[in-house]
């Protein structure tokens, strides 16, 4: 590969703080990773911050601690990746979808209310068969590092007693306002419960892992509680001095704690997080540059009153002018040493949400109009300006190739 399509930045500080902690005898969940949830809460402006093995888990215990429970209803967007949704189906919940807005691809604020007054006056809702429990939650998911029109969904929430869990996968950091004279909001405080991941080629890395976030100091009790078999208070401290080898199950809990080793490496990552962010940013600037001019590519808008992290960089094809399809412009870039991906098919179209909800094509049309033609283009911080021009120069050779216009 000439360029990959993503490749984590590791620095000295993070190895030799790995080895640090394996030479320290504490490999699991310890003072690093109470270092790291520390300096986590106060980088996103948080009060709570509990480390956990990855953004799914995080997304398990919020759901937990805003009490869904079995049969429940939990809003998700059809655009997104599988834990948004495999989560909801965790407490034998219905996840129910919702299309996403054509510019953001985040949900669709205004199709996700139609949704709610169809759920409140009995109307056909896809996906969702009778008797159904309350609506309890919505997920809103930031579509490659662009927040959603949070303003929205806190009004829908608000307006329908619903808990706002953020989806933060792609967005460390990443900033939204109302307008231009409202103050700028990070991404983790914007939600009832926010959920971050850092597996490896998210905007801050510790191989796998998570984090979640919250101001709710009962939720947070309850999540802390969750992420380690429900063992009563700093059950973790354990077999420290100071810790006591006695402990209380006060509920069936789960495995969800992260490594101090995981640790080591997220506090580094989160220290360089406004540097990683700046070489993103950078890099798209360079891409608007050398891809202009470049027929049939529609490339990723950053709104007014948002400050995107560009986890991603998902272009869009005009499929009129790549007539052989984005699975071939895919193709035809591994052919030339480029790596590129889909995010995503959309969750309806999937083979277990068909089977079990009886959902498919045709449901949600903004969704399904843009799946066909996203290619997420590589994007990360080690990137050089080579490479970007790399990447440019690959679509340029492929125009003829692949049935583009002639010019
Ligand atoms: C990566 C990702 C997740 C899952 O994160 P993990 O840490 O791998 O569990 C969840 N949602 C979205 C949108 C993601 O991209």
Redo the contacts with the bound molecule.
Sequence with gaps: MKVPFFRPSITEDEIDEVVATLRSGWLTTGPRTKDFEAAFARYVGAKHAIALN????A?HLALDAVGVGRGDAVLVPTM??A??AEVVRYFDATPVMVDCDARTLCIDVEAARATVLALRTGRPVAGLRPPYGPLRAIIP?HYGGQMVDVAGVRALAAEFGLAVID?A??TLPAFYREHARATWRAAGTCADITCF???AN?CITTG???MVVTDDDERAARMRLMSLHGLSKDAWKRFTAEGSWYYEIAAPGFKYNLTDIASAIGLHQLRRADELWRARRMLVAQYREALAGLPGLELPEELPDRQHSWHLFAVRLDLDVWRSGRNAFIDGLKQRGIGASVHWMPLHLHPYYRETYGLGPGLFPVAEAAWPRLVSLPLFPGMLTEDVRAVADAIRGMEVALGSRNH
Excluded: Q
Aim: glycine share 10%.
């Design positions: 990855s953004c799914t888990a997304l997104t990746f834990a948004t998911m989806d996968a792609h991941s850092f597996y998210k796998e892992g998570g």
